[in-house]
């Protein structure tokens, strides 16, 4: 039984199956399309009772245009399948889903290659397709279960954590890499003999995003698998439950496919796996001025996850142009934030200056500036959302490529270093800073430098997002009186001048 409250408010993502049916109703419902661009309506749910649904909707949308539908209608039911099942609860389809990154996962794939007599040979492939997120260390740790008791007898390109437990019956002869019923693998390093390697592996679980490096958002390797048991069979052997070891990424149903050249002896098993946009440790923050800058009050922003947590350093480490000798930091896989110690202890700070206005163009400096003692951040990525994006004619020292999360709408694009040369974001000190300059074509039906539009409305790095302030807590230009009014003594200065000369 559903229960209906008396006031919803729903909010779906562009891409959710079910907003094509809320913008059908809302399309339905409002002549001009209300909030079609921004898929939010709020719903006011009268004449209810606790097992039926109202006879009534009023749906209130964000404009303030109000209308009222018969709740039996077939628009009507499509909404009502999406109000509340508890009350005080929404119910709302996430799917791991970014708006800058729509369509990103990572994909994994099990390719049965040949089936011996009583072994499998299976290549393992990892693709990153998202668009700037990266696979960072300590690396992918790819792990499932087994349906039976298989074992893993050898494998190249990877190695497991653990050999496990083996059945008494293999002891005494050559056992298996790994006997775990869930085992867990790791990459190989980049120095790996030779003779362990496969093509596209041995990358120390790091992949790149696919947009900035396609070559290296991938890894591979193969093993031989079966069960000690079984002296034959042609079964595939179908592992269940993959995780990839990855904070906040979780994987969905595997699902096979035939291939037309190996119907009868290959399949692939394809599982992709879907990052929770709510987990993230990463702690940002975002530093915003205009033309000259001197004259106005500097926006910051921050971002502090549940998860999250930085210290610093007040001794020797601290000192904000000296960097720490990193045998000084503790030894660990994944060593916490040791951050320098600032009013906003974020170890990342994004500065945006409006720099110059000029009569067709305008230029923005950004600064991308490291405050972590305990990381370096090799192939770095900066995504920024502003309208003026498509009109974007010259980076300078930074790489860029415009994203296309929405086909034609061009508004959001990603900067990233250039290599050999500034692709490093180095630790906290003297050097832990990139920066470039951008210059932009004025869009005459658009551009003002009002109510903060010149600053960006997204900003993300390495693919954690820093929230930003309302665009009236933005800098704003000041009146040209400021500027325009010269002092007193300035004209008393002058006179004296043309007096005594």
């Not at 993959?242 to 002896?265: Q, V």
């Not at 660990?332 to 600032?342: D, F, L, N």
């Not at 991308?368 to 990381?375: G, I, P, Q």
């Not at 050097?431 to 993300?460: C, Y």
């Amino acid at each position: 039984m559903l229960k209906f409250l008396s006031k919803v408010r729903i909010e779906f993502n562009p891409l959710d199956p079910r907003t094509a049916a809320c913008m059908k109703f809302l399309a339905h419902c409002n002549a001009r399309k209300a909030k079609e661009s921004n898929p939010s309506c709020q719903l006011l749910v009268k004449h209810h009772t606790d097992d039926h649904p109202p006879a009534l909707i009023t749906i209130t949308f964000v404009n303030g245009v109000e209308e009222v539908f018969d709740a039996t209608s077939t628009p009507a039911r499509r909404i009502r399948t999406m109000i509340l099942v508890k009350p005080h609860q929404r119910e709302l389809a996430r799917y791991g889903y970014d708006p800058l990154d729509p369509n990103g996962n990572i994909t994994i794939k099990w390719d049965v290659v040949q089936i011996n007599d009583a072994t499998q040979d299976v290549r393992v492939y990892i693709f990153n397709y998202q668009l700037f997120r990266h696979v960072e260390l300590p690396g992918w740790r790819l792990s499932w279960d087994w349906p039976g008791d298989e074992v893993i007898w050898n494998i190249l390109g990877a190695e497991s954590t653990e050999q496990g437990n083996c059945p008494a019956a293999l002891r005494g002869k050559n056992l298996p890499h790994c006997c775990d019923k869930q085992p867990v693998i790791i990459d190989l390093l980049p120095s790996a003999p030779f003779n362990s390697r496969v093509a596209n592996c041995c990358k120390g679980g790091v992949l790149s995003s696919f947009t900035q490096d396609p070559g290296k958002s991938g890894a591979a390797f193969q093993m031989s698998i079966g069960d000690p048991s079984l002296t034959s069979g042609n079964n595939i052997i179908k592992p269940e439950n993959f995780t990839l070891g990855l904070p906040g990424y979780t994987c969905g149903d595997p699902h096979s496919t035939m291939t037309p050249l190996f119907r009868a002896l290959a399949a692939v098993v394809d599982a992709k796996l879907k990052l929770d946009p709510n987990v993230s440790s990463k702690i940002f923050f975002f530093n915003a001025s205009l033309y000259r800058a001197s004259t106005f009050d500097v926006l910051n922003c921050s971002i502090r996850t549940h998860n999250s947590s930085s210290y610093c350093h007040v001794g020797r480490i601290g000192w904000p142009d000296e960097s720490p000798p990193l045998l000084q930091l503790p030894n660990e896989v994944a060593p916490q934030p040791v951050v320098q110690c600032t009013h906003f202890m974020c170890p990342i700070r994004v500065h945006w200056h409006v720099k110059e206005s000029y009569t067709q163009y305008w230029r923005v400096k950004i600064t991308v500036t490291n405050f972590n003692y305990a990381k370096n951040y090799s192939q770095w990525n900066l995504v920024v959302l502003h309208p003026n994006m498509q009109n974007v004619t010259q980076v300078f020292s930074f790489n860029y490529k415009p994203l296309h999360p929405y086909g034609h709408i061009n508004d959001t694009g990603m900067f990233y270093g250039i290599e050999y040369y500034n692709d490093m974001l180095l630790q906290s000190g003297e050097n832990g800073n990139v920066q470039t300059e951008m210059l932009l074509h004025k869009d005459s039906g658009i551009f003002t430098f009002r109510n903060g539009w010149a600053f960006p409305r997204k900003i993300s790095f390495n693919g954690d997002t820093c929230v930003m302030p309302p665009p009236d807590d933005y800098p704003r230009l000041p009146k040209s009186g400021h500027f325009g009014e010269p002092s007193k003594w300035c004209i008393i200065f002058s006179l004296l001048l043309v007096i005594f000369f």
